[in-house]
């Protein structure tokens, strides 16, 4: 459902600092399962998203999602079918909006509209009824501006809006990285409710081995841009994928 086809990417070409990211770099993903991603810093994981979410252009290479070539659509045309989270609380929301609004602007994803008119009355009971399901209490604070919200809310907040509108694919990038442990727990087992609700096909980058062969059915390794593990996640244990994972990191520095 989601071909990555030959895709070369590099950043500052012809400079000193040049960073060939990906070389000829293909991966295709199965409709309706989720993919959880490791690897070491700076191995391309987030880039990969960006490449798909349309947040970076692709040097070269094709993106197919659902047969249909993607690789050339803005990042916003992109958006109504590609959900998406972020490692930082603070990016898949709007802080000095309320939730009431956040919630109003994620369902406009993709349509024009204009900010005064951006939360119809009769839609309140619809929001709240949606935010019910994340069981914060969330509904009762619809006026809140999200900038008062803990981090696990808005991570919360952000799934639901990443959700919403029936994406063809969400997209992870660690986003329970920034929160506590606790916190992490209750953001990933309602982020794995949501996906299996709506059934929607998940790639999940993860820097916890444990969550990652967890919440996923297929676990992939990257090194330096590319696959060096792609197994079913029940195949593998946390030590097996522990081991390889240091084997890469004590490779890269003594490389
Ligand atoms: N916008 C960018 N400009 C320049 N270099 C970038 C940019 N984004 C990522 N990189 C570089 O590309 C490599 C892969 O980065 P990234 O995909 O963020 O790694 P990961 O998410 O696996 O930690 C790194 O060397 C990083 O510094
Ligand atoms: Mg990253």
Redesign the pocket.
């Known amino acids: 459902m989601l071909e990555v086809k030959n895709m070369w990417k590099s ?2 070409l012809g400079t000193d ?1 040049e ?1 060939n ?1 990906f070389r000829n770099f293909s991966l295709s993903f199965i409709e309706g399962e989720s993919t959880a991603i490791v ?10 998203l ?1 490449l798909i979410s349309g947040s ?1 252009p692709l040097d070269s290479g094709k993106i197919l999602l659902k047969g249909r070539d993607i690789s050339l659509l803005p990042e916003e045309k992109r958006s109504s079918n590609i959900g998406r989270v972020h490692q930082n609380p603070s990016f898949g929301v709007s802080p000095s909006l309320t939730i009431l609004e956040n919630l109003a602007l994620a369902n406009k994803k993709g349509d024009s509209f204009s900010l005064r008119n951006l939360v119809k009355k009769d839609s309140i009971p619809f929001y709240k009824e949606l935010l019910k399901t994340l069981d914060l209490g969330l509904e009762n604070k619809i006026h809140t501006q999200v900038k008062f919200l803990s981090g696990g809310q808005r991570q919360s907040l952000s799934l639901l809006m990443a959700t919403m509108k029936d994406p063809d694919l969400l997209l992870l ?1 660690e986003h329970t990285a920034a929160l506590d442990p606790k916190t992490s727990f209750v953001v990933m087992e309602k982020t794995k409710e949501l996906i299996e609700k709506n059934n929607i096909t998940t790639v999940m ?1 993860s820097h916890n081995m444990s969550d990652a062969l967890k919440y996923s059915q297929r676990i992939i390794m ?1 090194d330096k ?1 590319e696959v060096i593990l792609d197994k079913r996640s029940c195949d593998v244990s946390e030590k097996e994928l522990l081991d390889i994972y240091t084997k890469q990191l004590v490779k890269k520095i003594t490389a």
């Open positions: 950043f500052n600092h960073i990211v690897g070491a810093n700076g191995c391309g994981k987030s880039t990969l960006n970076l990038d980058i990257m841009g």
